[in-house]
């Protein structure tokens, strides 16, 4: 009978673990998922809308630090991918073509806090894909496993 006793106890203590776990893995979701919505309305404020103040006041921390400077697309951007882990979102995307100039792909990597973006690295180089998303020599993903 004790051990039953103890077994249950057991049981009903890993289940609700297991409730507390799914809980904290859906909160880390919610909030990648909010902070990918913050980089990708500073991106769409800043490159598309072009309006640098409303941006910086709205998305940016006080303490806000780019970590490369030098590396900025200019003009209106595509954002083609956007993954958030934690505090962190990466952005792949790339600029529209200039008259007689090739597109230029970036990847931006943000770090938030309280909801405000407060680092940004990037790295820039040709986009060489051909038009379209994906591109035709890309190797699709497969398709999602239904559970």
Same mark, same amino acid.
Request: aromatic letters at 6%; a positive charge; charged letters at 20%.
């Given at each position: 009978?004790?051990?039953?006793? *103890?077994?249950?106890?057991?049981?009903?203590?890993?289940?609700?673990?297991?409730?507390?776990?799914?809980?904290?893995?859906?909160?880390?979701?919610?909030?990648?998922?909010?902070?990918?919505?913050? +980089?990708?309305? !500073?991106?769409?404020?800043l490159h598309n809308r072009q309006e640098a103040a409303q941006a910086t006041q709205r998305y940016l921390a006080p303490v806000f630090h780019d970590h490369s400077p030098d590396v900025r697309p200019?003009?209106? +951007?595509?954002?083609? *991918?956007?993954?958030?882990?934690?505090?962190?979102?990466?952005? *792949?995307?790339?600029?529209?073509?200039?008259?007689?100039?090739?597109?230029?792909?970036?990847?931006?990597? !943000?770090?938030? !806090?309280?909801?405000?973006?407060?680092?940004?690295?990037?790295?820039?180089?040709?986009?060489?894909?051909?038009?379209?998303?994906?591109?035709?020599?890309?190797?699709?993903?497969?398709?999602?496993?239904?559970?």
């Amino acid at each position: 009978m004790l051990r039953r006793r *103890h077994f249950l106890s057991i049981l009903l203590a890993a289940a609700l673990l297991g409730g507390c776990t799914n809980t904290g893995v859906m909160l880390r979701s919610a909030r990648a998922q909010q902070h990918s919505a913050v +980089v990708l309305a !500073y991106l769409d404020t800043l490159h598309n809308r072009q309006e640098a103040a409303q941006a910086t006041q709205r998305y940016l921390a006080p303490v806000f630090h780019d970590h490369s400077p030098d590396v900025r697309p200019a003009g209106r +951007v595509e954002v083609l *991918h956007a993954v958030a882990q934690g505090d962190l979102v990466s952005v *792949h995307l790339r600029t529209e073509a200039a008259a007689g100039e090739g597109r230029v792909a970036f990847l931006e990597l !943000y770090r938030l !806090y309280q909801g405000r973006i407060v680092d940004r690295w990037a790295m820039a180089g040709p986009d060489d894909t051909p038009p379209g998303n994906p591109p035709e020599n890309h190797i699709p993903m497969p398709p999602r496993a239904v559970r």
